[in-house]
């Protein structure tokens, strides 16, 4: 792949990969960590993306990047790390919610909010089952119903 | 709605310019790898016909299939796998598992642990495991609600580290157990350095099948052991394949055992056990189409064999 593409993708893509790694770690300097293992990665050439699927590799890339990671911190016995506390963002409350869940199941909710993506591509990415991403999805509104003040008919 | 108010969140999310730019730099920077290939398979197959109770000890390169003429309490014959395994002296484990294994030794019990990772599983061993470059990232098999997760678990007993590791590929149980014998192993050595394999549970029924005895839970039932047939991998390893079936139950139990460095590992897509009663696990519904053999042969081939 040209340089002028992997330029491109990057412009094109580096939010979202930040976006999902960021909703996986919840922290922003390790989403950008992320990010940039994955644009090394797609700059090495080893592997790449098959054309039109561009964005779907760089998810993939990103959630085992992340995934990694997080075994790392688990290693390094420091498990979760909501760095970003929110005192004085907008939404706070949703974003604790969210940030309460485990990461697998923030990472199912991220692809199905905010990147409307289908199950099924939902597991291509995540390499799990539709019936896992339907479980975790399941899973993950129920506790969103606990944390969340909201009606919980809109979840 | 949730998913607006979510979305409105996360838009707020970028990365940093400054970090955009740094890794446009770096990415300049790299120079493009050439892709990796992997070598063409050598595949060489022997087949070893299971032929009843009197069956005869057959050998191929680090594994011996046989059934023992010992009694097993049914008036059968107990159906051994061995392979060429080490025996580990105690301190080329780790600390922290020399320390465990003191205690089991001590007590009398097995001990468990649950690290959080392959990694950290190669951590505590401290004798080098394999790497799997495709079942890196892989999830733990996620079970029905209220059943128990089988996540992975090492647990000692004396002379005999275990490793348990369930993954889940395209809706399949694929699970990799390792077992590592230690020199204290005072069970089976069959015929000098090899040692048992598959051990305890299988009986050569003398009409070609094998029954699986089971567990105390109940667990178990007849199985037919249709194939086996060896594959060598580029470094010599020779990874020793079964395909089981069970009457009347659609699919295949298909194994994939091998030993490298002294290590054996063991491979296991259970298709056919996800009616079998007893079984607190889930087995994802699946048909031929599936593909399991390859997802097997795929497991197999991510091993970072040196």
Known sequence: MEREEQRRLFEAYADDVFRLAYSYLGSAQDAEDVCQTVFLRLAEGRTGPRPGKEKQWLLTCAANASKDLLRSFWRRNVGELPEDVPAAREDGELYRAVMSLPPKYRAVVHLYYYEGIGQREIGEILHISRTAVQTRMSRARAMLRKELSDDPGEI | ?306
């Open chain 2, 1 to 306: 709605m949730i998913q607006e108010r979510y979305k409105k969140m996360m838009e707020r999310e970028t990365l940093r310019d400054v970090a955009k730019a740094s890794i446009l730099e770096r990415m300049e920077q790299t120079e493009a790898r050439r892709p990796v290939r992997w070598p063409a398979l050598a595949a060489a197959c022997l087949c070893l016909a299971l032929l009843g109770t009197a069956i005869a000890a057959a050998a191929t390169g680090g594994f011996g299939l046989w059934a023992e003429s010992r009694p097993n309490g049914d008036g059968g014959n107990d159906l051994s796998v061995a392979a060429k395994q080490k025996l580990f002296g105690e301190d080329e484990f780790s600390d922290a598992l020399q320390k465990d294994m003191e205690a089991v030794r001590e007590s009398g019990t097995a001990s468990v642990c649950y690290p959080p990772d392959w990694q950290a599983a190669r951590d505590y061993v401290g004798v080098p495991l394999l790497e799997n470059c495709f079942l890196d990232g892989r999830e733990t098999f996620e079970p029905p609600e209220g059943k128990p997760d089988h996540s992975l678990h090492v647990s000692l007993h004396p002379g005999l580290v275990y490793l348990y590791r369930p993954y889940e590929v395209d809706g399949l149980l694929l699970t990799v157990s390792t077992g590592i014998f230690t020199e204290e192993y005072d069970g089976d050595p069959i015929l000098g350095e090899w040692v048992p394999f598959w051990w305890g549970n299988h009986a050569a029924n003398g009409d070609g099948t094998v029954t699986f005895r089971g567990d105390d839970d109940g667990a178990g039932g007849v199985f037919r052991l249709d194939e086996t047939w060896t594959e060598t991998m580029p470094d010599g390893t020779e990874v020793l394949y079964t395909r089981w079936s069970r009457a009347g139950v659609e699919g295949c139990w298909l194994g994939a055992d091998f030993v490298h460095d002294g290590i054996g590992y063991a491979l296991d897509i259970f298709e056919i056990w996800r009616d079998m009663p007893g079984l607190e696990v889930a087995f994802a519904p699946c048909g031929p189409e599936t593909g399991y053999e390859d997802i097997l042969r795929q497991a197999v081939e991510g091993f970072v064999f040196e």
